[in-house]
C-alpha cells in the first residue's frame, strides 16, 4: 500500500458510509471532515471540533470501521486530528480497534477532594490550577449585557492583584457565563505569568475539603496552603450561606490574600445584597473590588452565541433557525448550546432536514414558546407581500400558476397558524369550499416533500409571520 494517498483511501471509505446513511447525515457528519495522512497502517482526519469527535464516535462508530475494512483492508486504524477553537492546533485521538484513548493537551487532573492543605506548597508548575481549558476570552462572546463582566475580566488578567477590582465579585443568574468567564481569567494569567499560583475551585469542594481537613485535624495546614495561592478563583461563594465554620475560615484565607496584594475572584447567583446567610464582615468585603453583573444576553448576542457555537462545531443551520431559537430562547447561554446539539441528534436519528420546524418541536421541549396570535387577513398580506402580489389577485378567480400557489400556500399558513375551521378559510381566501382547502393543504404538504425551493420560500414567509 502506497503511503500519503489518504485523499483517495478515504474516498473510498466515504462511497461506502453514503451507501449507508441517508444523505442530510452524510452531509452534516461526513462531507466535512478532511483526510490528513496514511502512514504505518493507521487513516488520520481531521473533524472540525471536539464536539465532532464525540458525535460520530457514539453513533457511527461501528460503520466507520466497517468502511475502513472495505475501502482500505482488515487491520486499518483511525485516528481523529481535533481542531481547537482556534482552528490551529490539533489535538489527537487515536481509534485503534476497540480500544480508544485521547492524547493531547487533555492532562488527567489530581482529586482535589484529597486535602491539597496536606502538600508542602508545590512549586507553580506543579500545582494543578483546576482550570477548564477550553474557557477562554477568545470564544467568550461579548455583548451589552456582558461588557462590563468582560472588560474587568480582562484588566485583571493583564495586572492580577495590582488593580481597584480586588476582590472582582461577577455575579449573575445561571447558566450566564460566570464559570466561563473566570475561567478565562485564570488561564490568561496561567499564560502571562506560569510563576504565578491561580486556583480555581467550587465553594463546594472548599467546603467539602475543610470538613475533611477538620476530621483529620489538619486545619491550619488547610489555611496555609490557601494562603499560598497568587489568584483564588471561587465559583458559586453563595453555597457558603450558614455554614458559620467555613465562612470563618474564609474570612482568615480572604484577608491574607486581600492584605498581601493576591488576587480574589468570587462569583455568585445573585449580588452580596441579597445573600443571606452571610456574615456582614464577608459581604463588607466581597464590595471592596468591583461587583459586575452578567445580565441575560439580548436577542443579538444571542444569535451571536449560537454562531460561534456552529461554527466551533463546524455546523450550519438556516439563517431562519437561528433566528427562531435566539427569539425564543433568552434565559441560558447552556440552553442555546444545549439546543444546538439537541438538534444535531434530531436530524440524525429521524433523518430530518433542520428547518424550522424541526427547530420548534426541539425549543418547545427547553422554553415555552408564545405564539402569536395570527389572523387570516395577516397571512394574507405576508404572502403577497413575499410574492409581490396584490391581496386583489388572490381573492380572486384566477387560475394563473403563480396565484394559485401563493393562494394554496396562505390557506396552507391559515390551516397550521390559526384556529380557523376549513370553511372559514375558504371563505375568508377567495371564498372557495372546505374541500377546496384541504386539497390545497394536501397539495402544498406533498410538494414540501420534494421542493427544495418552495421549502425556502414557505420558511421565509413563516420567518416574517414570527416577526
Same mark, same amino acid.
Given at each position: /500500500?502506497?503511503?500519503?494517498?489518504?485523499?483517495?483511501?478515504?474516498?473510498?471509505?466515504?462511497?461506502?458510509?453514503?451507501?449507508?446513511?441517508?444523505? !442530510?447525515?452524510?452531509?452534516?457528519?461526513?462531507?466535512?471532515?478532511?483526510?490528513?495522512?496514511?502512514?504505518?497502517?493507521? $487513516?488520520?482526519?481531521?473533524?472540525?471540533?471536539?464536539?465532532? &469527535?464525540?458525535?460520530?464516535?457514539?453513533?457511527?462508530?461501528?460503520?466507520?470501521?466497517?468502511? $475502513? &475494512?472495505?475501502?482500505?483492508?482488515?487491520?486499518?486504524?483511525?485516528?481523529?486530528?481535533?481542531?481547537?477553537?482556534?482552528?490551529?492546533? !490539533?489535538?489527537?485521538?487515536?481509534?485503534?480497534?476497540?480500544?480508544?484513548?485521547?492524547?493531547?493537551?487533555?492532562?488527567?487532573?489530581?482529586?482535589?477532594?484529597?486535602?491539597?492543605?496536606?502538600?508542602?506548597? !508545590?512549586?507553580?508548575?506543579?500545582?494543578?490550577?483546576?482550570?477548564?481549558?477550553?474557557?477562554?476570552?477568545?470564544?467568550?462572546?461579548?455583548?451589552?449585557?456582558?461588557?462590563?463582566?468582560?472588560?474587568?475580566?480582562?484588566?485583571?488578567?493583564?495586572?492580577?492583584?495590582?488593580?481597584?477590582?480586588?476582590?472582582?465579585?461577577?455575579?449573575?443568574?445561571?447558566?450566564?457565563?460566570?464559570?466561563?468567564?473566570?475561567?478565562?481569567?485564570?488561564?490568561?494569567?496561567?499564560?502571562?505569568?506560569?510563576?504565578? *499560583?491561580?486556583?480555581?475551585?467550587?465553594?463546594?469542594?472548599?467546603?467539602?475539603?475543610?470538613?475533611?481537613?477538620?476530621?483529620? +485535624?489538619?486545619?491550619?495546614?488547610?489555611?496555609?496552603?490557601?494562603?499560598?495561592?497568587?489568584?483564588?478563583?471561587?465559583?458559586?461563594?453563595?453555597?457558603?450561606?450558614?455554614?458559620?465554620?467555613?465562612?470563618?475560615?474564609?474570612?482568615?484565607?480572604?484577608?491574607?490574600?486581600?492584605?498581601?496584594?493576591?488576587?480574589?475572584?468570587?462569583?455568585?447567583?445573585?449580588?452580596?445584597?441579597?445573600?443571606?446567610? /452571610?456574615?456582614? *464582615?464577608?459581604?463588607?468585603?466581597?464590595?471592596?473590588?468591583?461587583?459586575?453583573?452578567?445580565?441575560?444576553?439580548?436577542?443579538? #448576542? *444571542?444569535? +451571536?452565541?449560537?454562531?460561534?457555537?456552529?461554527?466551533?462545531?463546524? $455546523?450550519?443551520?438556516?439563517?431562519?433557525?437561528?433566528?427562531?431559537?435566539?427569539?425564543?430562547?433568552?434565559?441560558?447561554?447552556?440552553?442555546?448550546?444545549?439546543?444546538?446539539?439537541?438538534?444535531?441528534?434530531?436530524?440524525?436519528?429521524?433523518?430530518?432536514?433542520?428547518?424550522?420546524?424541526?427547530?420548534?418541536?426541539?425549543?418547545?421541549?427547553?422554553?415555552?414558546?408564545?405564539?402569536?396570535?395570527?389572523?387570516?387577513?395577516?397571512?394574507?398580506?405576508?404572502?403577497?407581500?413575499?410574492?409581490?402580489?396584490?391581496?386583489?389577485?388572490?381573492?380572486?378567480?384566477?387560475?394563473?400558476?403563480?396565484?394559485?400557489?401563493?393562494?394554496?400556500?396562505? /390557506? &396552507?399558513?391559515?390551516?397550521?397558524?390559526?384556529?380557523?375551521?376549513?370553511?372559514? @378559510?375558504?371563505?375568508? @381566501?377567495?371564498?372557495?369550499?372546505?374541500?377546496?382547502?384541504?386539497?390545497?393543504?394536501? /397539495?402544498?404538504?406533498?410538494? #414540501?416533500?420534494?421542493?427544495?425551493?418552495? *421549502?425556502?420560500?414557505?420558511?421565509?414567509?413563516?420567518?416574517?409571520?414570527?416577526?
Amino acid at each position: /500500500m502506497i503511503e500519503n494517498n489518504h485523499d483517495e483511501l478515504w474516498n473510498r471509505c466515504l462511497k461506502v458510509i453514503r451507501d449507508n446513511v441517508p444523505e !442530510p447525515t452524510f452531509n452534516t457528519w461526513f462531507a466535512p471532515i478532511r483526510p490528513v495522512k496514511y502512514e504505518g497502517n493507521t $487513516l488520520t482526519i481531521e473533524v472540525p471540533s471536539q464536539f465532532f &469527535y464525540e458525535f460520530i464516535e457514539e453513533k457511527f462508530l461501528g460503520l466507520l470501521r466497517s468502511a $475502513l &475494512y472495505k475501502g482500505i483492508g482488515e487491520g486499518t486504524q483511525l485516528m481523529y486530528s481535533v481542531l481547537t477553537a482556534k482552528g490551529k492546533t !490539533p489535538g489527537e485521538v487515536s481509534l485503534p480497534s476497540d480500544n480508544r484513548s485521547i492524547s493531547g493537551p487533555y492532562v488527567r487532573r489530581k482529586d482535589m477532594r484529597k486535602s491539597p492543605a496536606l502538600m508542602d506548597a !508545590p512549586a507553580p508548575q506543579d500545582l494543578d490550577p483546576h482550570l477548564k481549558p477550553n474557557y477562554n476570552f477568545e470564544n467568550f462572546i461579548e455583548g451589552s449585557s456582558n461588557k462590563l463582566p468582560r472588560v474587568a475580566a480582562e484588566t485583571v488578567a493583564r495586572n492580577p492583584g495590582k488593580t481597584a477590582f480586588n476582590p472582582l465579585f461577577i455575579y449573575g443568574s445561571s447558566g450566564l457565563g460566570k464559570t466561563h468567564l473566570v475561567n478565562a481569567i485564570g488561564n490568561k494569567i496561567k499564560a502571562t505569568y506560569p510563576e504565578k *499560583r491561580v486556583l480555581y475551585v467550587s465553594a463546594h469542594l472548599f467546603q467539602v475539603q475543610y470538613t475533611d481537613s477538620v476530621r483529620n +485535624n489538619t486545619v491550619n495546614d488547610f489555611i496555609n496552603f490557601y494562603q499560598t495561592i497568587d489568584v483564588l478563583i471561587i465559583d458559586d461563594v453563595q453555597e457558603f450561606a450558614s455554614l458559620t465554620k467555613t465562612q470563618n475560615t474564609f474570612f482568615h484565607i480572604f484577608n491574607h490574600l486581600h492584605q498581601n496584594g493576591k488576587q480574589l475572584i468570587l462569583t455568585s447567583d445573585r449580588s452580596p445584597v441579597m445573600l443571606q446567610g /452571610m456574615e456582614d *464582615r464577608l459581604l463588607t468585603r466581597f464590595k471592596w473590588g468591583l461587583l459586575a453583573e452578567l445580565e441575560r444576553p439580548n436577542t443579538e #448576542l *444571542r444569535k +451571536n452565541i449560537l454562531k460561534s457555537k456552529m461554527y466551533r462545531d463546524g $455546523l450550519k443551520f438556516p439563517e431562519s433557525v437561528v433566528d427562531f431559537i435566539a427569539e425564543n430562547v433568552s434565559e441560558s447561554v447552556r440552553d442555546l448550546e444545549g439546543i444546538v446539539n439537541s438538534l444535531m441528534a434530531y436530524s440524525v436519528v429521524y433523518d430530518r432536514d433542520i428547518d424550522l420546524e424541526l427547530a420548534e418541536c426541539v425549543v418547545k421541549k427547553v422554553v415555552k414558546v408564545e405564539k402569536k396570535q395570527l389572523t387570516i387577513d395577516h397571512i394574507i398580506n405576508k404572502v403577497c407581500g413575499h410574492f409581490e402580489m396584490d391581496v386583489l389577485s388572490i381573492q380572486s378567480r384566477s387560475r394563473k400558476r403563480e396565484v394559485v400557489q401563493a393562494r394554496q400556500i396562505a /390557506m &396552507y399558513l391559515a390551516k397550521k397558524y390559526t384556529e380557523a375551521s376549513s370553511s372559514q @378559510i375558504g371563505q375568508a @381566501i377567495g371564498k372557495k369550499d372546505h374541500a377546496t382547502v384541504l386539497h390545497s393543504c394536501k /397539495m402544498i404538504k406533498d410538494q #414540501l416533500d420534494v421542493d427544495k425551493e418552495l *421549502r425556502a420560500q414557505l420558511e421565509d414567509i413563516e420567518n416574517e409571520l414570527r416577526n
